[in-house]
RNA sequence: GGUCCCUUCGUCUAUCGGUUAGGACGCUAGAUUUUCAUUCUAGAAAGGGGAGUUCGAUUCUCCCAGGGACUGCCA
């Protein structure tokens, strides 16, 4: 069967900042377009012009950007189409598939509540009415449903859902205003844009039997839908502000890696087999819709800290350089370039235990510290005199070294305790509450090479002098 | 209220009628370490309930319960 090649396409709607959720779909999406060898679109749904801003939509391209799921062909304004869509309704109107209806909105909000009682579709008395030409009373147009059989939505997550065709209402189609709605709209896009898989959020699942009726009313062929379940919050309800957050640039904020992203969430709901983290290649070579778990799974912080820091190990250097810089200037600090060198330096070195960019920022904080440092009370207190001498002759010692590395430092610090006759733990609390000043620190060898010669020193020196 | 979806360790998942129900995060306990972290080892931890099909159900069917979505001239 040379089935055609797979289009999918991602359809937020910019009335509000971009959910998480709307990010993995837009994963999955992409991972199904990829893993094909298919399209990749980007459909932006503004016909709410209310509620629809230029701000969001900004917003929305930032936050693909950002995850680095940009679209395979420049975004579709839906309100854009509004032309395309009216011609469509009118077909429908023509064929008899749609009417108008000119109930008010008190009359429909009536109508609503007797049909909810009697546990049935909303139903408009115009359905079956001879519309009155001329008439110039406001109206809508609505989409006229079949009243009964079934319509059966062949889902590749959930498998067939059956809907009875009378539990379906008549939807309007288009508003008083002339505008296009949601339903007709999606259907009329998805079909001019070619979409052959339409890989979406849960909450549209009832959509589709709607939808499905409307493709077939305008005699076209069917797109494959595929349901996928939603985020919750670590609760098990509805993400929301209060967890933490539930905006693509609020995770970008606290410092997760794309790449890291994109690996949850593709965890979120998918898996091979045991495998946890993986690279976009894997994902795209694994990924299939019809793999998707169909219970919505919760976001798990922990466990995305794991997988990012996971990534936070793999990534380059110089990048992470640069992003905690970012970071850290977030948070009022200037760095002199002798210290953003040192940043450079001291990033791979505690990487390890970061699982964000803004706790990596809080890692490298011993290192970016200006002298002289105040040192906290514990390391005060370690400070005696026998200690005191014996940094002395360190810092004596350490100035005849040459070769800063790691390595060479830990062999050094190791000789000088040997000739000293004591074990570290005589020393090393002490050096490094007067290297970091008390902070997070990596090993000592790794922080005096961080630090490099002359900041070490220097810190050395500012310890022993101070409190003389 | 109605329609629809979902239900394996605390969490994310594997299993696709026969397994000691596996892995990961987190957690606990050890080891390593100059502290923290890292690393290593070990451990606790699961099929919502009830029928049925079957030689045999986590897996198939039905019922119930719980959770969720939709029920807009929002998307």
């Known amino acids: 069967m040379p089935a055609k090649p797979v289009v999918t396409r991602?359809?937020?709607?910019?009335?509000?900042?971009?959910?998480?959720?709307?990010?993995?779909?837009?994963?999955?999406n992409w991972l199904y377009a990829r893993h094909t060898g298919g399209k990749y679109l980007?459909?932006?749904?503004?016909?709410?012009?209310?509620?629809?801003?230029e701000a969001n939509v900004q917003i929305i391209l930032d936050g693909l950007d950002w995850l680095g799921l940009n679209p395979d062909e420049p975004p579709v304004s839906q309100y854009a189409r509004i032309d395309r869509h009216r011609e469509a309704v009118q077909q429908l109107l023509d064929t008899g598939h749609a009417y108008r209806c000119f109930m008010t909105v008190e009359e429909v909000a009536v109508e609503r509540e007797i049909a909810r009682a009697e546990g049935r579709a909303i139903?408009?008395?115009?359905?079956?009415?001879?519309?009155?030409?001329?008439?110039?009373?406001?109206?809508?147009?609505?989409?006229?449903?079949?009243?009964?059989?079934?319509?059966?939505?062949?889902?590749?997550?959930?498998?067939?859902?059956?809907?009875?065709?009378?539990?379906?209402?008549?939807?309007?189609?288009?508003?008083?205003?002339?505008?296009?709605?949601?339903?007709?709209?999606v259907v009329v896009d998805d079909h001019d844009m070619g979409v052959t898989h339409v890989i979406r959020g849960?909450?549209?699942?009832?959509?589709?039997?709607?939808?499905?009726?409307?493709?077939?009313?305008?005699g076209w062929e069917l797109p494959a839908f595929g349901h996928l379940p939603l985020i919750h919050g670590p609760d098990g309800a509805k993400l929301s502000k209060r967890h933490g957050a539930q905006a693509v640039g609020e995770f970008a904020d606290m410092g997760y890696l794309p790449e890291g992203m994109r690996n949850y969430l593709a965890r979120l709901g998918w898996g091979h087999g045991d495998?946890?983290?993986?690279?976009?290649?894997?994902?795209?070579?694994?990924f299939d819709v019809k793999d998707v778990v169909k219970a919505p799974a919760r976001l798990d912080w922990a466990k995305l800290n794991h997988i990012n820091n996971q990534h936070l190990r793999k990534a380059d250097d110089d990048r992470l350089a640069a992003l905690t810089h970012t970071a850290l200037q977030g948070q009022g600090q200037q760095l002199s370039a002798d210290v953003e060198a040192r940043l450079r330096r001291v990033v791979g070195l505690v990487?390890?235990?970061?699982?964000?960019?803004?706790?990596?920022?809080?890692?490298?904080?011993?290192?970016?510290?200006?002298?002289?440092?105040?040192?906290?009370?514990?390391?005060?207190?370690?400070?005696?005199?026998?200690?005191?001498?014996?940094?002395?002759?360190?810092?004596?010692?350490?100035?005849?070294?040459?070769?800063?590395?790691?390595?060479?430092?830990?062999?050094?610090?190791?000789?000088?305790a040997e000739n000293e006759g004591v074990g570290m733990g005589k020393f090393g609390p002490a050096l490094?509450?007067?290297?970091?000043?008390?902070?997070?620190?990596?090993?000592?060898a790794s922080a005096l090479a961080a630090l490099g010669s002359d900041e070490g020193l220097g810190r050395m020196d500012d310890a022993l002098c101070s409190a003389q």
């Open 351 to 416: 990487k390890e235990g970061a699982g964000t960019i803004q706790e990596l920022a809080g890692l490298c904080l011993f290192a970016v510290r200006q002298r002289p440092l105040t040192l906290d009370e514990k390391t005060i207190g370690l400070l005696g005199a026998e200690t005191r001498e014996r940094l002395a002759r360190l810092r004596t010692r350490l100035a005849e070294e040459a070769d800063w590395s790691p390595e060479n430092l830990a062999a050094a610090l190791k000789s000088f």
């Open 275 to 286: 495998d946890e983290v993986f690279s976009d290649e894997q994902a795209i070579a694994w």
């Open 123 to 185: 139903r408009s008395v115009w359905r079956d009415r001879d519309a009155g030409a001329g008439s110039n009373d406001p109206y809508v147009v609505r989409f006229k449903g079949p009243l009964d059989g079934e319509t059966i939505v062949e889902d590749l997550i959930k498998g067939p859902v059956v809907f009875g065709n009378k539990e379906l209402d008549d939807l309007v189609l288009l508003r008083t205003n002339g505008d296009p709605t949601y339903n007709l709209a």
């Open 42 to 53: 980007l459909r932006i749904e503004d016909t709410d012009r209310e509620r629809s801003t």
């Open 202 to 218: 849960d909450d549209h699942l009832n959509n589709a039997a709607r939808q499905s009726l409307i493709f077939q009313a305008l």
């Open 432 to 444: 490094r509450g007067v290297l970091s000043g008390g902070a997070v620190a990596p090993d000592l």
């Open 10 to 28: 991602i359809a937020p709607s910019p009335t509000g900042s971009m959910h998480i959720g709307t990010a993995r779909t837009a994963l999955f």
